[in-house]
């Protein structure tokens, strides 16, 4: 099983796809590969991000217990 990328990784990568699409001129078939690609790694982004806003919030509820 792969390793899953980080958020940087995934991030970067669709920093790439955006500046691909917007600086060629692509075939129509490209062009929704790239964008199919683009949706997915939104989706993980949004999940990761999901995820560290849920352990800040589990952090800050044991910081204030711990009060």
Same mark, same amino acid.
């Given at each position: 099983?792969?390793?899953?990328? %980080? ?15 917007? %600086?060629?001129?692509? =075939?129509?078939?490209? %062009?929704?590969? !790239?964008?199919?690609?683009?949706? +997915? !790694?939104?989706? =993980? !982004?949004?999940? =990761? !991000? %999901?995820?560290?806003? =849920? +352990? ?5 509820? +044991? ?5």
């Amino acid at each position: 099983m792969a390793k899953e990328k %980080s958020f940087e990784e995934l991030f970067q990568r669709l920093e790439e796809i955006v500046r691909e699409m917007e %600086s060629e001129d692509l =075939q129509l078939e490209k %062009s929704l590969t !790239l964008f199919e690609e683009g949706v +997915k !790694l939104s989706e =993980q !982004l949004r999940g =990761q !991000l %999901s995820g560290a806003e =849920q +352990k800040i919030s589990e952090l800050m509820d +044991k910081l204030g217990k711990d009060k």
